[in-house]
């Protein structure tokens, strides 16, 4: 089921935001007021990937590791550019 295009949303949520960089999708990071740290996720059918984060997908765990490494060092990076 085809929801949306390309789309682009923000969020706080390190866990979904890596599964979102597994699925392929692009991951900018975001220092926001207050200096709260926030990523935009961009791509095609964000929204149906979201609801498969939270269908509890099985994907190879090894591979989504690398994802979340990377999306902690983005935010460890920008907090020590504050």
Not at 12 to 33: C, E, H, M, Q, S
Request: glycine share 4%; net charge positive.
């Amino acid at each position: 089921m085809e929801k949306d295009t390309e789309k682009s949303k923000e969020f706080t949520d390190t866990l979904l935001t890596a599964y979102l960089d597994f699925r392929g999708f692009t991951v900018k990071p975001k220092i926001n007021p207050y200096k709260k740290i926030s990523f935009i996720v961009s791509g095609d059918l964000l929204d149906n990937a979201i609801e498969d984060f939270y269908t509890n997908p099985k994907i190879p765990i090894l591979s989504f590791c690398g994802s979340y490494k990377k999306i902690r060092s983005m935010l460890f990076n920008l907090r020590e550019q504050r």
